[in-house]
């Protein structure tokens, strides 16, 4: 017997645009190549996760650069409520924090911020 939620969740999976993986896992030249072709700067999964927020979320300092120079919304949460910023704080990923607030990441955008994150893992120096 099959889950609905579970059905559910496979179907706006498999829905996602392939394009994404790039920033997923950190295809600098893909993405850049893609981009660059027309593919929209804050294309979002099924989730509302952007480029930004899956090249964040996986530490990929690279890819962020790519996208932030393209103008990519530094600050558009996804679904959940959560933004790129906090997503690279959770994953310890400090290269890709410096990165988003020299781009103007919000700190108190979100939910949980990227202050609240920071401050639960006991990290508040990423943000200073």
Do not use: I
Request: proline letters at 3%; glycine letters at 10%; charged letters at 20%.
């Amino acid at each position: 017997m099959s889950n609905a939620r579970t059905d559910d969740a496979a179907r706006a999976a498999s829905a996602d645009d392939p394009r994404t993986d790039l920033a997923r896992t950190g295809d600098v030249a893909g993405l850049v190549a893609q981009l660059d072709a027309g593919m929209p700067v804050d294309l979002a999964d099924s989730c509302g996760n952007t480029l930004l927020m899956l090249a964040a979320y996986h530490g990929h300092a690279g890819a962020v650069t790519a996208l932030l120079e393209r103008g990519a919304d530094v600050n558009r949460l996804n679904h959940r409520g959560q933004s790129p910023l906090a997503g690279a704080v959770f994953k310890a990923a400090d290269t890709v924090v410096w990165l988003l607030l020299d781009a103007g990441a919000d700190v108190q955008a979100g939910s949980p911020s990227a202050a609240a994150t920071a401050e639960l893992f006991g990290r508040g120096d990423l943000l200073r």
